[in-house]
């Protein structure tokens, strides 16, 4: 059965992402496939610490910028007559558990160290407004006391996009906007929805489901992220290929800057009146100010779904076939999810099953000669049968390109799991595996170099010494590792354009005695075997502080010094998530 | 027979747009509609003087200046040895003809005073690059002489876009980029191409069309505007329904500005790294540096097109149609081109013709119970005849929503003459007779709405007395011409996307004493009304001095300090293109 895409989740706690329950543990096929690969048992790790072992530094929040907080979040209270105004029910909290949820992201060195107890930073408050219109109020008490302003979604960057950075600042808070999560309006007839930027993925598809419709932003992180994250981050979903990207869905998005709101879109379906400034906050991580309100094209909910799976002989014979598919084929005809795995993500995939029909799988597929297959996954949907038309369209163009149907049941199963992947890493994480993933893109014309390339950058970063690599890293100076051998370097493609494509990645190891720099040691390699083949340094994942030194390369300096000046015109105080997409220098 | 998107045609003459020649003339049909619509005789008018009678000020660029400029464009004569440079080849001239070609784009009020000889402005020179490279050492040098650079491609603004105006500076200079016009490169897998600034659409797709490729945007300023000016002005085409409009079409733009250059796009499909600054530079009119290369997305040549036409008893009930067919439909069943005319153009379109087939017609529709038509045009095209699949479907659609079929003559008459209208314009300003176009674009919730008060308050300001409102325009002061009655004011959707759709008015009234005060007082009672219905001051004619007085309503006062932030990051003398978009303030 697919994935409820309305179903709640429970926050994820402080250390990961996955509630711990009864039904926690790693699946059998993972510990058995993890088992054959490290060559017997696996290596053991550590669970989380208790909350209460955490360590936190202290907060710097002077009592004048806490009153004036205070008094911004809930304006009723200093009213006349002290009865519930607009902003009521808001609250600044310095309790240990809310400034310890949110002392980082979702990235694996943050979790290493959450799990751990230590935690680098935390903020010095956590401030919930309970209306959009106290923003501005809560802005200004942060420019007069010089607090910086980490707006808070759903918490789960994996670039530090949250980190609670101080820039120039005296303090830090952080925005946690999830309580602005209110459908503000629903317009069937242009069908667009406008939502505060703080509702959840889940909440969101809820509220619009049950009139009907559908957003269909769906990345792995849907059900704990924000709308206004998504647009803070400029997201790509799972079914972008069929929906677009988040960038494609914004049609209108305001935003409070430190010096006045910023609301864009509205007026029409598209505009040549001058640049298009949406496209400069899409993406603006919080560095020009709080997203509070974003209006989005919605669709009829689907009610019809085909599945479709091919096998191909290589990675590169697959991409070829998409390729065609996403250039002669009609828009419709690629399907709204578009995953080709390649041979070593598709063997992994297959050897956690040991059903009898993976193996009639792997028997038919050797009887046609693909010894390693590459497997492409798609899920069409919509609200006719029409879907069904659209696959088999499809299917003709990809077994024209060398694919080997291999039935539905692959990609339905993908549908399934979809938002499972997170809570896996937990559990690796636990047992000692260390795991992680970085993505790109690439023309077509170089994406198998470029994923060629990756692929043996990580390798050779996880099968290199760490301790020479390490020494530039201050995580790693107290240790000197073993190198380890990789159980698995695996990628994708999941969103497929006209001129090229994702490539996402997945690397599994034994964790060595300081996986932050072994981590630091792959991301760098990567990093670089990226800039060199002239790819992105990310897809889907944004900048924060993780790719801050690599914007440059990517946008120039004449690039960096124009989003520079934009942030220095709205917040000339820099109060503004310091340190994310620009870097330090950015205040 | 479709119009050949790779015919070159001569350069536009200077004060107008056609070239006159033996074959010029109203057309019969136009001429016997505008006779019944007016009572009687066409006003009458004048042709434009000769060229020898404009009158031009003297320019104001100092030796010094023109010196600089002349060894910036050719580095060549400066350098040892004297032999042939990069750069060799370009030229700055001082030329009365030269400066009066690029005195004026083809704005209505333009062309009314160029065509009497009375051009209130013109550039000092007309610099001609031979290359991309010399065009930092021309930034340069106007830096240093305070000389403003208005970046010239086809010169097909109608909003004031090339006006050469000095701002701050002393001079000003037209930088003429039609010389700067290479395919530089052609990816066939990744389906881009990458041509420099100033090619013109038609050796733009005369360049692609023999490597079997399209670019498909075909405004109807096609046969002159030039590919750099697409993208400074965020231009839509005829055929942008399907092919999208400039902004999706680009994938790469490098911009020269005076404090370095600006390179975006090539390293992906898509990218997460921070804001998406091609969108800043798409739609900043110059303001910003010299577009000198541009990286588009192409597709296969079509060799396959299909037309339609379906006629709806009404302007109303024709866009509920359009909607059903972008919203219910798969991306495939809007055609390429789709076009709704409203009662009053279907009418006047019909009456151009006496055959018999529009009798039929017409008598066919009335059985109907259509009495005052609003005809819906549609061109499919592609490289199948899946293009005939994709009409049947959209034909399914548009008759569930009342659409009545009429064959698809129309849309192929229509498809022949697609790019005579701005000639049309030539002939009529000749005879006496006052017409221009404006647009705009609405939310389908809104569009009937928007464009009945359009419509209303175009031809409320046709027929008012213009004295009183025209006493405020300069341009007036020395007449008190008589209200006009409108011969026609009339409308179209021509660009269609899920949220809504273009608003494209055209209207024709006998000229007054001062036709340049009667367009004024069109245009200010059409922007009010634009305005009024939120409804956005231009779809695709861009800001130019026109609509810069209104930017702020579109974009707010922070998105208009935004812009000018980067703009003063980037040129901080304000050389670039002063007056046009951010309007005066701008420098």
Not at 227 to 256: K, V
Not at 544 to 550: I, K, S, V
Request: net charge neutral.
């Amino acid at each position: 059965m697919a994935a409820d895409v309305t179903e709640t989740v429970p926050e994820a706690p402080w250390w990961g992402w996955a509630p711990q329950g009864p039904d926690g543990g790693l699946p059998e096929g993972v510990r058995r496939v993890l088992r054959e690969r490290f060559g017997g048992e696996l290596p053991g790790g550590t669970a989380p610490v208790p909350a209460a072992e955490a360590v936190l530094p202290d907060p710097t929040l002077s009592s004048e910028a806490l009153a004036a907080l205070i008094a911004a979040v809930n304006p009723g209270a200093d009213g006349p007559g002290g009865g519930p105004s607009q902003g009521s029910g808001g609250s600044v909290s310095q309790r240990s558990e809310d400034r310890l949820r949110h002392a980082a992201g979702k990235h694996t060195p943050d979790l290493l160290r959450q799990r751990a107890g230590r935690p680098l930073a935390a903020p010095d408050a956590v401030v919930r407004p309970a209306s959009t219109a106290v923003i501005p109020a809560i802005l200004a008490a942060c420019v007069t006391h010089r607090v910086a302003v980490v707006p808070f979604g759903g918490g789960t960057s994996v670039v530090g996009g949250v980190a609670p950075l101080r820039g120039s600042q005296h303090a830090v808070i952080a925005l946690d906007l999830t309580g602005l999560a209110a459908l503000r309006g629903l317009n069937e007839t242009d069908r667009t929805a406008t939502f505060e930027a703080g509702i959840r993925g889940p909440a969101l598809e809820a509220a619009l489901a049950s009139r009907g419709f559908t957003l269909g932003h769906l990345p792995q992180s849907h059900q704990q992220a924000t709308l206004g994250g998504y647009a803070a981050t400029r997201s790509a979903g799972q079914a972008s290929t069929g929906y677009g990207a988040i960038a494609d869905l914004i049609t209108g998005i305001r935003i409070e800057t430190p010096t006045g709101a910023l609301a864009l879109g509205g007026r029409g379906p598209a505009s040549a009146a001058g640049p298009d400034l949406r496209h400069l906050v899409i993406g603006s991580e919080g560095t020009l100010g709080v997203i509070t309100e974003v209006t989005v094209a919605v669709r009829p909910r689907p009610t019809q779904k085909a599945y479709g799976s091919w096998a191909f002989p290589s990675f590169a014979a697959g991409a070829e076939a998409v390729r065609a598919l996403a250039q002669l084929g009609l828009p419709g005809d690629l399907p709204e999810v578009c995953r080709l795995s390649d041979e070593e993500e598709t063997g992994l995939t297959l050897a956690q099953s040991v059903s009898t029909g993976t193996k009639l799988l792997r028997r038919w597929l050797e009887m046609r000669g693909i010894h390693t297959p590459a497997l492409l996954l798609g899920v069409w949907e919509g609200t006719t049968t029409r879907v069904r038309g659209r696959r088999g369209r499809a299917a003709k163009i990809l077994r024209r390109y060398g694919g080997v149907p291999t039935t539905g049941i692959p990609a339905a199963a993908w549908d399934d799991g979809r938002f499972g992947a997170p809570r896996l890493r937990d559990e690796l994480l636990t047992v000692g595996v260390f795991v992680d993933t970085l993505e790109t893109a690439a023309p077509w014309s170089r994406l198998d170099t470029t994923h060629r390339a990756v692929v043996a950058a990580i390798r050779g970063a996880l099968e290199v010494g760490g301790g020479e690599a390490g020494s530039a890293q201050p995580s790693s100076a107290a240790s000197s590792p073993a190198p380890s051998s990789p159980a698995a370097v695996q990628g994708h493609v999941s969103h497929v354009y006209r001129d090229g494509a994702s490539l996402y990645f997945t690397f599994i190891a034994a964790a060595e005695t300081d996986p932050i720099a072994q981590y630091n040691r792959v991301k760098r390699a990567a990093n670089a075997a990226i800039l060199a083949q002239g790819a992105t340094i990310t897809h889907h994942h944004a900048v924060g502080t993780e790719h801050a030194a690599m914007l440059e390369d990517e946008i120039g300096s004449v690039g960096v010094r124009v989003l520079r000046a934009a942030r220095a015109e709205v917040d000339p105080t820099g109060i503004m998530n310091p340190g994310k997409l620009l870097g330090d220098g950015n205040t």
